[in-house]
């Protein structure tokens, strides 16, 4: 089975602008879980999708906003980026929501805001 | 909210030796203790995990074990390697019946290095 792939790999983008990443899950997955990594806050999470449903969600303003489509790829979306938001995106999927599932990582976004 | 604690930030030893690698949980609701290794440019993957019905769980060189009295969890990694040298997280995660089903809270990360 393929793993969990994302969309762009490498982003630069300059303050005020949005962004959108993309996360497609491995295959028979339904769970997309997004995390944000910076070398001093560790991984921080940021929201789950369950059957196109935003079950959880961080600690994190309301400029970050995700999706899940009924393929249960995922997007999240970043408005308004600020300097602090460069950081590595991680998106992590699992397959099913009845019992503490391993969440499957993608390799990151890494998104760089000038 | 959980709050996962990481001991120590860094930790570096001798090829061959063991290291071990501590970690607090603050929600005792929390069931599912999972450990990812992430090499430097690469995505966090799992080594092993643990659940709260469990005390403790052994892969090879690499064992986890809980306290769920004291809300702790521990790594070890007997004989180590330079292919060793990562970071490591841990997390815990939360029963079905929780606010939080479904959330990771990880850890700060060790960042492991061991020296041939």
């Known amino acids: 089975k393929a793993g969990v792939t994302q969309t762009p790999r490498y982003l630069i983008k300059t303050r005020g602008q949005q962004v959108t990443l993309s996360c497609s899950p491995i295959?028979?997955?339904?769970?997309v879980s997004w995390y944000q990594q910076t070398p001093g806050q560790g991984l921080q999470f940021l929201f789950e999708y369950f059957s196109e449903t935003q079950r959880n969600k961080g600690n994190f303003p309301g400029r970050f906003s995700g999706r899940q489509f009924s393929n249960s790829r995922s997007e999240m979306n970043v408005s308004t980026l600020e300097l602090g938001d460069s950081a590595l995106y991680l998106c992590?999927?699992?397959?099913?929501?009845?019992?503490?599932?391993?969440?499957?990582f993608g390799p990151g976004t890494r998104l760089l805001v000038l | 909210g959980e709050n996962v604690e990481q001991h120590p930030s860094t930790l570096s030893v001798q090829e061959g030796d063991s290291a071990v690698i501590k970690c607090t949980y603050s929600d005792s609701a929390s069931n599912y203790f999972p450990w990812y290794k992430q090499e430097l440019g690469k995505r966090p993957q799992l080594i092993i995990d643990?659940?709260?019905?469990?005390g403790e769980k052994k892969d090879q060189r690499i064992a986890v074990t809980l306290n769920k009295t004291a809300k702790h969890f521990s790594l070890h990694i007997t004989e180590t390697q330079p292919e060793d040298s990562a970071v490591y997280f841990c997390a815990a995660s939360f029963p079905r019946d929780s606010d939080s089903w479904g959330k990771l809270q990880f850890g700060a990360g060790t960042q492991v290095v061991v020296t041939p």
């Open positions: 643990i659940r709260s019905n469990v």
């Open positions: 992590a999927s699992s397959l099913a929501a009845n019992r503490q599932e391993t969440q499957y």
């Open positions: 295959s028979g997955h339904r769970s």
